[in-house]
């Protein structure tokens, strides 16, 4: 019954903050298991807007907020400080739009939701690139830029990359003043580790991880798709996302995941 003001909210709206909270206190998803990690993101992403449309109240007049905090109450769950150091905290951050400055955002966001003063360590996927142009190290010095002054303000620990092969993973160690400590490898890409990447890694003492993400795990079109679904006549086609961060929280000790969530942002572009 929410949904006509849950869409007033969002006409009114400039930015949309949307948190799943953990996934793992999701009763619906813990018995589902997704084919692919895009399937999990939208199925994530739908779940939260319908839950979160559905509580809105029917009082139109309602105060319009410029940054719409769409959440699921029962499903936030912060990190007891007690428990802190017994914890990693890892991050891996998609950029969909180009602005280096949502890494900042995306990283203080994730903090404030697991209630930490900072990330044990965030890999981040730069935005794609357009047919026909190839990863250099001129693209991805503004984000890791902005990744750097996280590590020396003390948000982040370790910063790390993906896909990178082994040319442009030496680039980026050589320049860089903050070196990736881990470097993710697509396994649909190459289903074994390209030597000479296993030897510059070992010898830069860089940590070789594997993933199964697509190159875009969230794009413009499935976010549309997937927000005029949950949210029916909603203006969907003047929502743009900005980046998308999956969490997880790990009990080091044991190797287990505590706590598994996604945190994004979008913006209204209303002509």
């Avoid at 150091?85 to 180009?98: M, N, Q, T, Y």
């Avoid at 020396?152 to 903050?178: C, M, P």
């Avoid at 006549?233 to 961060?245: D, M, R, S, V």
Wanted: hydrophobic fraction near 40%; proline fraction near 4%; aromatic fraction near 6%.
């Amino acid at each position: 019954m929410g949904t006509d003001g849950a869409r007033a909210l969002m006409e009114g709206a400039a930015t949309l903050t949307l948190q799943t909270g953990n996934l793992l206190n999701w009763g619906c998803l813990r018995k589902k298991c997704p084919a692919t990690p895009g399937e999990e993101v939208r199925d994530c992403i739908q779940k939260t807007l319908t839950e979160w449309s559905s509580k809105i109240g029917q009082d139109l007049n309602q105060e319009i907020q410029e940054v719409l905090e769409c959440t699921v109450a029962q499903a936030i769950e912060k990190i007891n400080p007690e428990e802190r150091d017994e914890l990693k905290v890892s991050a891996k951050l998609f950029l969909i739009g180009s602005n280096s400055s949502s890494i900042r955002d995306a990283v203080d966001l994730a903090c404030s939701a697991l209630g930490v003063a900072q990330l044990d360590s965030v890999i981040v996927a730069p935005p794609p690139l357009e047919d026909g142009n190839s990863l250099s190290l001129e693209y991805l010095q503004p984000y890791w830029q902005e990744l750097e002054n996280l590590v020396q303000n003390k948000k982040i620990v370790a910063i790390g990359t993906s896909d990178l092969d082994k040319t442009l993973l030496e680039q980026l160690y050589l320049w860089a003043q903050v070196k990736p400590s881990s470097n993710q490898v697509n396994l649909a890409s190459c289903c074994v580790m390209p030597p000479d990447l296993t030897a510059f890694a070992k010898e830069f003492d860089i940590q070789l991880l594997t993933h199964n993400d697509p190159k875009e795990l969230l794009c413009e079109a499935s976010f549309q798709e997937v927000l005029q679904e949950s949210i029916q006549n909603t203006k969907a086609h003047e929502w743009i996302p900005l980046w998308l961060l999956r969490y997880s929280v790990i009990v080091k000790s044991r190797g287990i995941i505590k706590s598994k969530g996604y945190i994004m942002q979008a913006k209204r572009n209303a002509s």
